[in-house]
């Protein structure tokens, strides 16, 4: 059965940063793409960011770049989000999704099946 | 970036009722639309994929439709677990933009 199991998350201070951890069990991580996506408390799914199944190709949407780094250790069965500058705006649960393939440019384009429960971080003063 | 707008983005129906939600994208997205179910605090759970295509799991009762721009998801016939937020997904582009959801409550 697959489980995705996000950690990391916490309090911190606006311009701060924290490193999220999703750990992976239940299926072979090195051959998927992962992706993360965030959610404000009461608010909709925002895609922050994406990373093919050997670390080479990432993507990370404009609201992130040059903050965030999507990376993944695949002997440890691991996704990684570093986060830093972080703002209000920042605040949200964070969840990593399994892509449905290991490339994240592939035509026709993979969606994504699994999601993990999710990790909060709380950016406040 | 491609926009991805949802409606309604709320709807009140009954058990057993037939409801539909709609999508439309700004570009067209050929069928790389997926939909997605979140209950409160609880993580989003993948239900159709390829616009039409269930997911592993999913109840006949959800369908999916659409191609380009205009995309439905329908749930024939509503059960209690059914009540929920739903949203719609592009993945033809990066980012892979959602929509604003819609949530279905009981009347």
């Known amino acids: 059965e697959v489980h995705l199991v996000e950690s990391g998350g916490g309090l911190v201070q606006p311009g701060g940063s924290l490193k999220l951890s999703c750990s992976a069990s239940g299926f072979t991580f090195g051959r998927y793409a992962m992706h993360w996506v965030r959610q404000a408390p009461g608010k909709g799914l925002e895609y922050v960011s994406a990373i093919s199944s050997n670390g080479e190709s990432t993507f990370y949407a404009e609201s992130v770049k040059g903050r965030f780094t999507i990376s993944r250790d695949n002997s440890k069965n691991t996704l990684y989000l570093q986060v830093s500058s972080l703002s209000v705006d920042d605040a949200a649960m964070y969840y990593c999704?399994?892509?449905?393939?290991?490339?994240?440019?592939?035509?026709?384009?993979?969606?994504?099946?699994?999601w993990g429960q999710g990790t909060l971080v709380t950016v406040s003063s | 970036d491609i926009q991805v707008t949802q409606s309604p983005s709320s709807l009140s129906a009954s058990v057993g009722d037939r409801v539909t939600i709609t999508c439309r994208a700004s570009h067209g997205i050929s069928r790389w639309l997926a939909w997605y179910q979140q209950k409160p605090g609880k993580a989003p759970k993948s239900l159709i994929y390829?616009?039409?295509t269930l997911q592993s799991g999913v109840p006949s009762r959800f369908s999916g439709s659409g191609s380009g721009t205009d995309f439905t998801l329908t749930i024939s016939s509503l059960q209690p677990e059914d009540f929920a937020t739903y949203y719609c997904?592009?993945?033809?582009?990066?980012?892979?933009?959602f929509g604003q959801g819609t949530k279905l409550e009981i009347k």
């Open positions: 390829a616009a039409s």
């Open positions: 997904q592009q993945y033809n582009d990066y980012p892979r933009t």
């Open positions: 999704v399994r892509h449905m393939g290991h490339d994240i440019w592939s035509y026709p384009p993979p969606s994504v099946d699994f």
